[in-house]
């Protein structure tokens, strides 16, 4: 399904009042210098009953988007030699542009992820030092989608939906709006201070004709009943955690993922990466509205599965995800040095072959559906392809009925997913089918 958009207007938009002198350098922390030099783009989808004054809605997101820059001003900065934000109020890329081709509910019943990056404002495999773009897609129908690309340099998926909330909080000041605007914590580079990163080339980025990202959404009842059997097979005592739904979906994918695989390199290493939030892992925990990049690797190399598949690697990125806790972030402070070496190794290995990841992210839980501009919660939030190699991405449905995920695999791999008969038996819909309609359970 292709999309075509037509640019009405392009301007910049700035904080609404200047940042002040001292807040011009904004430090990037050690985590933020090892996270990819990526954009993270999402889609947010919103549907109108009745006329739309566009030029209305257009003019409060600038006007909101100005007033809540103020606080979130490394936003219109530039980042800068993967050191620091020079935030001198530059602003950020502001587009509209008009959908020419499709009605909203075209799209978002039978979505091609390929074509979704035109609904954003930047191409996905051109990062430059803005921070920040945004662009307001309009529809025939009066459906918008607010389409925005955000560097992952200076901040992570949470960052990312907390700023759009207080955007969408600083859109929608009416007596009946519950969101208010939390401001930003910015001290990240305080906490994981920033490191001589030489010789450290970060998470590659893939040639993007080389990868394929499709979205599957995963029944929320076969999902429990996936979590059931785990519990059942790894025997979990009173004392231990269940695994979770996404702990036990992402062990079932890995050992689809892993037997896969041919066998003509028997020294090559394969590990499953399960990328952990750490704000809830400090003592006390951080607050929501702490700001930049919060996360780490788990990584664990489970033994091939053979016969009772599904079980053990489930029990081992559990371990591995309890082992990050408040005694790993002081270690982690210690031994910086040690864990960007090990970094650097890897880098190294993936590219000899010598080394095999599945990478899974989830941003369950995470606020995704609270962006109120003052017309409601969004009809559907999406992310696009991504050119993160092996990687999957786990997300909430609207409703909360299920999970969507986002593959991002090369072609055969992708196609040894969609051939399982025990994969698509957890999905909620036939491979090839169009996803159910949003619009039809409002």
Known sequence: MKIEVELITKET??????TPHHLH????????QLAPHAYVPFLYFYEFNGSTNINQISNLLKTSLSKVLTQYYPFAGRVRNNLFVHCKDQGIPF????????LLSDVITNPCLSELHKLLPFKLDEVTETALGV???????GGIAVGLCISHRIADGLSCFTFVNNWAAA???GPGNKNSIVGPDFSAASIFPPRNMDGYLGVPITNKHEIKTKMFVFDASKVEALRSRHEQSIKVSKTQKRPSKVEALSAFLWDIFVLSRPRERPQTLYAVVYIMDLRSRFKPPLPQHTFGNYYRAAMATPTVPTGEKHHGSVRQVMEEIEKIDNNYMRKFHEGYQEHLDFMKKRTEKAAKGELVTLTFSSVCKFPVYDADFGWGRPTWVSMTAMRISNQIVFMDTRNGDGIESYFSLKEEDMAKFEHNKEFTALLSSPIGNVKENPLARL
Do not use: A
């Open 13 to 18: 938009i700035k904080p609404s009042s200047p």
């Open 25 to 32: 350098h904004h430090q990037l922390s050690f985590l933020d």
């Open 95 to 102: 587009s509209e542009v008009k959908v020419k081709t499709h």
């Open 135 to 141: 662009q307001l897609n309009v529809f025939e129908c």
């Open 171 to 173: 859109s929608n000041c």
